[in-house]
């Protein structure tokens, strides 16, 4: 099944400008088949160029206007997969955007870690950040029809939305595939990045996660747990954000005594990974856990939506500390949107201490019924 990709479009859209294009993304989400496709559409105007090639390195790392200017002759798109892999490639970037006219540069990175520390400075102004993530029930609903939708929705939940998913026969297909992801790629890039004490640590900390969905996270209880440092803990949960496999909100607080807002909860952007790293695809009538799957599904997909519509709230969950708790705030301009996640269709009203201390948010509930109009389309409350 050939899913259109919503940055894809986005990416074209901007090609022509005198730019760097940056796309991230975790490994296996469809990097190289975007820009090979725009390599398609484009056919003699693209060059691409493989980061991880030693030969291409060494070519790209011998930075001088005329190695550059017979690289790249007759091209209006260059682009590089991997970009991270080269050495100085911010270096390398700015020197092309900036010597050789009427190109557009396209770098793929699987971690923004590497990548931004690698282009930040040196591409300031004359770059864009495009993001990909596994796809998003928006870029399905292009394709798919909405009854079909509503039969996959559990399925969904289970073993998420990596392409390479659709490509398989059968769920014990899904399910092997999964387990390989998080034995062999998902931790790939953190791992060769410096001071990583190795896989184990790393693994059972997504584990721990795994288990907290869609509650407080005490770095203090993780690093006893894993028997290292908090500091050590804080950063390696900042380094796997910056790989997306997983992204926190804080609590949100206007100095309500009562509200908490030191603390986080950690998701994950796939539900499919999750589930890989508790080994539980058992389906959804027989689990203890529906409520946490639905609740990072539908927070996952949110975001991804708004990213690719470019609207960029902060996000946040509130609590007080006598348990009375929203999902998920969204705060853009000034103005606050509350939602909560329900996967039954129990009716719930808006906490007493939230209505009190912000009477102008708006609030509702995501539920089986309603939920594709917040993760497909831009939903007013």
Sequence with gaps: MDIPRIVQDQIESKIGQQKVILLYGTRRTGKTTII?????????DALLLHGEDMQISAILQNRTIANYQQLTKG?????????????EIGKILKLLIDTIKGITVIATGSSSFDLVNKTGEPLVGRNLAF???PIAQAELSTIEEFLTTKQNLE?????????????LNNLQERETYLKQMVNSYLLKDLLS?????????????????????????????????????????????DLLSKVFIIYPLSGYSNNLRKEVSKSKKWYFFDNGIRNALINNFSPINQRNDIGQLWEQYILSERIKFNRYSNYQPQYYFWRTYDGQEIDLIELYNGQLQALECKWKDAKTKIPTAFAKAYSEAKFAIINKENYLDWITSNQPI
């Excluded at 090979?36 to 003699?44: A, D, G, L, T, Y």
């Excluded at 407080?216 to 440092?229: F, G, K």
């Design 155 to 167: 399925e969904r939940l289970i073993y998420g939305s990596y392409p390479e998913l659709w490509h």
């Design 75 to 87: 091209k209006k798109i260059i682009i590089i997969d991997e970009a991270q892999a080269i050495p």
């Design 193 to 237: 990045f410096e001071n990583i004490k190795g896989a184990d640590i790393l693994f059972k900390l997504l584990q721990m996660l795994s288990w907290q969905v869609g509650s407080q996270v005490s770095t203090v209880e993780l690093a006893t747990n894993l028997q290292i440092n908090k500091a050590t803990v804080e950063r390696y949960l």
């Design 36 to 44: 090979e496709k725009i390599v398609q559409k484009f056919s003699s």
């Design 131 to 133: 993001y990909l993530y």
